[in-house]
Nanobody
Framework: DVQLQASGGGLVQDGGSLRLSCAAS????????IAWFRQYPGKKREGVTC????????HSIVDVRGRFTVSKDNAKKMVYLQMNRLKLEDTAVYYC???????????????????WGQGTQVTVQG
């Protein structure tokens, strides 16, 4: 079975940085895409950024573009989210998720992500 475990959240000041990690197991790593979602209280989870573990394609929503960078380490079966210049509105529970759907040059097929890690809380204070 596919299992994901997210870690690295915490409390940071406005403008600070965090690095989230997602450890994957039970999958042929290169056959999947991994995405980071976030959830505000009372809201649905939204896709934030994703990476294809096959061709390395990445996508980020406009709100985080230039601030968040997703990367992967195939040997370690790890995906990372480097979060820089954090803003108050980045405060949320962040989840990593896996999708076995694949198309060249895309990973932002958010509805296909069906395997989830536990959430890790990111809190940004002013």
């Amino acid at each position: 079975d596919v299992q994901l475990q997210a870690s690295g959240g915490g409390l940071v000041q406005d403008g600070g940085s965090l690095r989230l990690s997602c450890a994957a197991s039970g999958l042929i790593f290169e056959d999947y895409s991994i995405a980071w979602f976030r959830q505000y209280p009372g809201k649905k989870r939204e896709g934030v950024t994703c990476i294809s573990l096959n061709d390395g394609y990445t996508h980020s929503i406009v709100d985080v573009r230039g601030r968040f960078t997703v990367s992967k380490d195939n040997a370690k079966k790890m995906v990372y989210l480097q979060m820089n210049r954090l803003k108050l509105e980045d405060t949320a529970v962040y989840y990593c998720a896996a999708s076995s759907a694949f198309s060249w040059g895309t990973c932002q097929h958010w509805h296909t992500y069906d395997t989830w890690g536990q959430g890790t809380q990111v809190t940004v204070q002013g």
